[in-house]
């Protein structure tokens, strides 16, 4: 069994169901499994992708996004999303850190090709909305699509993702996640919106963080719900698709909160469909959860990184939301903590490191064994974010540790002056 094998059993269980929306076309359960099914194909006998072998992809969110991501899971390969914000050089040294096989990519992106060719020769293209110079559009390939799907000694112990992240400082660093956390992270996100299969997910944030591809969207496809993607977010394409889609849950960032809490159309736009609004990625400033509230609609919290996949606490829907600013429990599935420097255990209100341990932590970083020894240790993953808990277990983060500024013996966070 692998990660795509769940869509298999969604479309057997209701084959019309729709699975995705998006701009405008309807993709249901079965045609998805249908769909991954001939990607893998494709991908195996006419690129040769084998098991580890890396897939990159560089666009903005569409449905065949999701698409590779099941179809590398039954062939156990490896999805490289790559962020389109990126300069051209940062792209590149993605794609050669992770030495990938193939590349998927939207025209409007296809500037990277000639350095590409370089420096990559070997790579094949493929894209997605053309035909480049030297590859063949995805369509075309999914035609000549035959044989087996799948690669031998394919399970959910297989890494599926390398997500690349810089965190604060230095070089990108890939963090790979295998089949097994997206499992258990989708657990937590149904454990966390009460997510169930009549649920209707609207994804605005971006398919290249985990964010956006974890937090609702892939739990979504697991348990069998709808979801409408939007290629990127605006306001307006925002609060037309809450009025008219009538979506149940989403995810939006403090930024894209502001930016749909500021619309003309904010104070009109009916929000009745929406049982939650969940939010994170750094500090959120209460006044923003207060105008979604205020229009009754509960906010909900979620902490994490890309190297926990990224959920590992969250405040519930249905739970206690009345603690300013926490960020919530531990995850169903997961174990948090706050250590000293020397991975001690700290009393509750004492500030100090957040520490993640589960089944949703990442593996390793890519190639990368230094950087893997000093943030992995017994298992537990060190954030580098500085946070506290209270005596309920509820959890605050305040910044990043190596924000940190000490002044007359004070610890001073810039996030908390901010």
Same mark, same amino acid.
Not at 72 to 90: D, I, K, S, T, Y
Not at 165 to 187: D, F, I
């Given at each position: 069994?692998?990660?795509?094998?769940?869509?298999?059993?969604?479309?057997?269980?209701?084959?019309?169901?729709?699975?995705?929306?998006?701009?405008?076309?309807?993709?249901?359960?079965?045609?998805?499994?249908?769909?991954?099914?001939?990607?893998?194909?494709?991908? &195996?006998s006419e690129l040769g992708v084998a098991r580890g072998d890396r897939v990159a992809i560089l666009s903005l969110n569409r449905p065949d996004y999701?698409?590779?991501?099941?179809?590398?899971?039954?062939?156990?390969?490896?999805?490289?999303?790559?962020?389109?914000?990126?300069?051209?050089?940062?792209?590149?040294?993605?794609?050669?850190?992770?030495?990938?096989?193939?590349?998927?990519?939207?025209?409007?992106?296809?500037?990277?090709?000639?350095?590409?060719?370089?420096?990559?020769?070997? +790579?094949?293209?493929?894209? /997605?909305?053309?035909?480049?110079?030297?590859?063949?559009?995805? !369509?075309?390939?999914?035609?000549?699509? &035959?044989?087996?799907?799948?690669?031998?000694?394919?399970?959910?112990?297989?890494?599926?993702?390398?997500?690349?992240?810089?965190?604060?400082?230095?070089?990108?660093?890939?963090?790979?996640?295998?089949?097994?956390?997206? /499992?258990?992270?989708?657990?937590?996100?149904?454990?966390?919106?009460?997510?169930?299969?009549?649920?209707?997910?609207?994804?605005?944030?971006?398919?290249?963080?985990?964010?956006?591809?974890?937090?609702?969207?892939?739990?979504?496809?697991?348990?069998?719900?709808?979801?409408?993607?939007?290629?990127?977010?605006?306001?307006?394409?925002?609060?037309? *698709?809450?009025?008219?889609?009538?979506?149940?849950?989403?995810?939006?960032?403090?930024? @894209?909160?502001?930016?749909?809490?500021?619309?003309?159309?904010?104070?009109?736009? !009916?929000?009745?469909?929406?049982?939650?609004v969940s939010t994170g990625s750094t500090i959120v400033p209460q006044h923003l959860i207060d105008r979604f509230v205020a229009r009754k609609v509960?906010?909900?919290?979620?902490?994490?990184?890309?190297?926990?996949?990224?959920?590992?606490?969250?405040?519930?829907?249905?739970?206690?939301? +009345?603690?300013?600013?926490?960020?919530?429990?531990?995850? /169903? *599935? *997961? $174990?948090?903590?706050?250590? !000293?420097?020397?991975?001690?255990?700290?009393?509750?209100?004492?500030?100090?490191?957040?520490?993640?341990?589960?089944?949703?932590?990442?593996? $390793?970083?890519?190639?990368?064994?230094?950087?893997?020894?000093?943030?992995?240790?017994?298992?537990?993953?060190? @954030?580098?974010?500085?946070?506290?808990?209270?005596?309920?277990?509820?959890?605050?983060?305040?910044?990043? &540790? &190596?924000?940190?500024?000490?002044?007359?013996?004070?610890?001073?966070?810039?996030? $908390?002056?901010?």
């Amino acid at each position: 069994m692998d990660l795509s094998s769940l869509i298999e059993r969604n479309a057997a269980f209701a084959p019309d169901k729709p699975a995705l929306h998006f701009e405008g076309t309807t993709l249901g359960y079965a045609a998805l499994a249908a769909r991954i099914e001939r990607a893998a194909q494709a991908l &195996k006998s006419e690129l040769g992708v084998a098991r580890g072998d890396r897939v990159a992809i560089l666009s903005l969110n569409r449905p065949d996004y999701l698409v590779l991501l099941y179809a590398c899971a039954r062939l156990g390969a490896m999805l490289v999303p790559l962020n389109w914000r990126l300069a051209v050089a940062e792209q590149q040294f993605i794609l050669s850190d992770a030495a990938v096989r193939v590349l998927v990519l939207e025209e409007a992106f296809a500037a990277l090709l000639p350095e590409l060719e370089k420096s990559l020769p070997e +790579t094949a293209v493929i894209g /997605l909305d053309f035909t480049p110079p030297q590859g063949s559009d995805f !369509d075309s390939l999914l035609a000549q699509a &035959k044989g087996d799907g799948r690669n031998p000694h394919t399970d959910l112990a297989c890494p599926l993702l390398i997500v690349y992240t810089s965190g604060t400082t230095g070089r990108p660093k890939g963090a790979v996640l295998r089949q097994e956390a997206l /499992l258990w992270n989708g657990m937590m996100s149904q454990h966390m919106h009460g997510l169930i299969s009549d649920d209707h997910v609207l994804t605005v944030l971006p398919f290249f963080h985990v964010g956006g591809l974890n937090i609702q969207t892939t739990p979504a496809l697991q348990h069998g719900a709808t979801v409408t993607v939007h290629s990127r977010f605006t306001p307006d394409a925002t609060l037309a *698709c809450f009025e008219r889609e009538r979506p149940t849950l989403t995810v939006l960032v403090p930024a @894209t909160i502001q930016a749909v809490t500021d619309h003309p159309a904010w104070a009109t736009t !009916d929000l009745s469909s929406l049982r939650a609004v969940s939010t994170g990625s750094t500090i959120v400033p209460q006044h923003l959860i207060d105008r979604f509230v205020a229009r009754k609609v509960p906010v909900l919290q979620v902490y994490g990184s890309t190297e926990t996949c990224p959920i590992a606490v969250y405040t519930r829907l249905g739970g206690d939301l +009345t603690r300013e600013g926490s960020t919530g429990l531990p995850g /169903l *599935c *997961c $174990e948090a903590a706050v250590v !000293d420097d020397n991975g001690n255990e700290l009393r509750p209100g004492m500030a100090g490191e957040i520490v993640v341990r589960g089944p949703n932590v990442f593996y $390793e970083y890519w190639g990368n064994e230094d950087a893997t020894r000093d943030a992995l240790h017994d298992g537990w993953y060190r @954030t580098g974010d500085i946070g506290r808990r209270d005596a309920e277990g509820y959890f605050w983060v305040h910044d990043r &540790k &190596k924000n940190l500024i000490i002044s007359g013996g004070e610890n001073i966070y810039p996030a $908390e002056v901010e």
